[in-house]
């Protein structure tokens, strides 16, 4: 009887550590699966991160030759303005030189005319 007894508190041990184990099991069981939810809502934090990059990336990619073009737009545009201030100050220039000719002209006629009238 007493090694039925010892028996029945031995299996009673073994059982208690063996609910134990189950127990302990159970909770590592559950911390493993929130660390591995947790740990794929960071993966997938990660690849939302990576393909918002590569799509910026892409985006800025892109612009670049725009950003060339409008460069040069706002360059072509500028000497444009350059050339057209040249051309109306040599215009101006052209025409108050044509004006000084047409009154030398004028004054050397008159002159010329004004001696043939006194003769």
């Known amino acids: 009887m007493?090694?039925?007894q010892r028996q029945v508190e031995q299996d009673g041990i073994s059982w208690i550590y063996a609910s134990e184990q189950?127990?302990?099991?159970?909770?590592?069981s559950?911390?493993?699966?929130?660390?591995?939810l947790r740990s794929r809502l960071e993966l997938d934090k990660a690849q939302s991160l990576i393909w918002l990059?590569?799509?910026r990336y892409e985006q800025l990619r892109?612009?670049?030759?725009?950003?060339?073009?409008?460069?040069?737009?706002?360059?072509?545009t500028e000497s444009d303005?350059?050339?057209?201030?040249?051309?109306?100050?040599l215009l101006g220039s052209l025409a108050l030189a044509n004006m000084l000719f047409l009154a030398v002209l004028?004054?050397?006629?008159?002159d010329g005319l004004s001696r043939l009238l006194s003769r």
């Open 62 to 76: 892109r612009a670049e030759p725009d950003r060339e073009q409008a460069s040069r737009q706002a360059l072509q």
């Open 2 to 4: 007493a090694t039925s």
């Open 106 to 110: 004028t004054a050397v006629n008159w």
């Open 30 to 36: 559950s911390e493993l699966e929130e660390v591995r």
């Open 53 to 55: 990059l590569a799509v």
């Open 22 to 28: 189950q127990r302990r099991i159970e909770e590592l």
């Open 81 to 89: 303005a350059r050339t057209r201030r040249l051309h109306s100050r």
